[in-house]
């Protein structure tokens, strides 16, 4: 990985630490961060991200970023019309609950809506009380959190398509112009080289509480810097989404990065 005559004792380790709370600009999910330790963090010959903690903050009905909160409907063959779900982290008990409320908010006529789900297949079924209702799959970005996929029929009972979704953001991607510029890559529409340093998952992660991650072959994803140095005095640390939207981390969560360094002196 490294030059063979470059010898032992012309290496140094280190680790970094990375603090969210520690940062010169930006926010929790965006910050800079100065190392202030000038010599060595400017002759860095290779990387790794480490050890990383990530706060699970991202709720699974969002409005704000990755919308998925919308549902646009036709009553009676009438023009179309949109409801909202106000953003939060729901459990299902709590959706059914809000997307009534939602629902009937633009409903006419003295029409509602009971919703129900089934503990065998894990669909919900709409049942209006007085006029036919039809989903639209265009703009119902709410469509994969209850199960729809395509147009319903327009009818008085309604039943999703597949069981609903309500797992939420499921993996958060850790970027780095500094320290991993152009080391990865996105098969993504409009995406191609990207400069991702690591990714954590967030599937053992309760909402509210902390994500980690441990690096298990050092050598398989270090970030070699070759014959030239890279200077980490000052570093950027971005928080992104699988599509690479920024995903945004309360000022009142703290992310934690430990990098490994080889450093050149």
Same mark, same amino acid.
């Given at each position: 990985?490294?030059?063979?005559e470059m010898?032992?004792?012309?290496?140094?380790?280190?680790?970094?630490?990375?603090?969210?709370?520690?940062?010169?600009?930006?926010?929790?999910?965006?910050?800079?961060?100065?190392?202030?330790e000038r010599?060595?963090?400017?002759?860095?010959?290779?990387?790794?991200?480490?050890?990383?903690?990530?706060?699970?903050?991202?709720?699974?009905?969002?409005?704000?970023?990755?919308?998925?909160?919308?549902?646009?409907?036709?009553?009676?063959? $009438? $023009?179309?019309?949109?409801?909202?779900?106000?953003?939060?982290?729901?459990?299902? $008990?709590?959706?059914?609950?809000?997307?009534?409320?939602?629902?009937?908010? *633009?409903?006419?006529?003295?029409?509602? %809506?009971?919703?129900?789900?089934?503990? *065998?297949?894990?669909?919900?079924?709409?049942?209006?009380?007085?006029?036919?209702?039809?989903?639209?799959?265009?703009?119902?970005?709410?469509?994969?959190?209850?199960?729809?996929?395509?147009?319903?029929?327009?009818?008085?009972?309604?039943?999703?398509?597949?069981?609903?979704?309500?797992?939420?953001?499921?993996? %958060?991607?850790?970027?780095?112009?500094?320290?991993?510029?152009?080391?990865?890559?996105?098969?993504?529409?409009?995406?191609?080289?990207?400069?991702?340093?690591? $990714? %954590?998952?967030?599937?053992?992660?309760?909402?509210?509480?902390?994500?980690?991650f441990q690096?298990?072959?050092?050598?398989?994803?270090?970030?070699?810097?070759?014959?030239?140095?890279?200077?980490?005095?000052?570093?950027?640390?971005?928080?992104?989404?699988?599509?690479?939207?920024?995903?945004?981390?309360?000022?009142?969560?703290?992310?934690?990065?430990?990098?490994?360094?080889?450093?050149?002196?």
């Amino acid at each position: 990985m490294y030059r063979q005559e470059m010898s032992i004792s012309a290496i140094n380790k280190r680790l970094i630490s990375i603090s969210s709370d520690d940062r010169q600009l930006g926010t929790a999910s965006e910050f800079v961060v100065d190392l202030k330790e000038r010599y060595a963090t400017q002759q860095v010959r290779a990387a790794i991200l480490y050890q990383a903690q990530i706060p699970n903050v991202f709720e699974n009905i969002r409005s704000a970023y990755l919308q998925n909160n919308e549902l646009v409907l036709s009553e009676n063959g $009438a $023009a179309n019309v949109v409801c909202a779900v106000p953003q939060g982290q729901y459990t299902l $008990a709590d959706l059914i609950t809000q997307l009534k409320v939602s629902i009937d908010s *633009v409903l006419t006529g003295g029409n509602v %809506v009971t919703i129900t789900n089934s503990t *065998v297949t894990n669909k919900l079924t709409f049942t209006f009380s007085l006029l036919t209702v039809q989903f639209l799959k265009t703009g119902s970005s709410l469509y994969p959190s209850i199960g729809f996929n395509q147009d319903s029929a327009d009818a008085l009972i309604l039943v999703s398509d597949s069981f609903f979704n309500l797992q939420g953001i499921s993996m %958060v991607y850790i970027h780095s112009p500094e320290i991993a510029l152009s080391h990865g890559i996105d098969p993504g529409k409009n995406s191609g080289i990207i400069n991702l340093l690591g $990714a %954590v998952s967030l599937s053992d992660a309760p909402f509210g509480g902390n994500a980690y991650f441990q690096a298990k072959n050092v050598t398989l994803a270090g970030i070699n810097y070759g014959e030239e140095n890279r200077n980490l005095s000052t570093i950027k640390i971005i928080l992104r989404s699988a599509d690479g939207t920024k995903l945004p981390v309360p000022d009142n969560f703290q992310v934690l990065l430990t990098l490994k360094v080889l450093l050149a002196v």
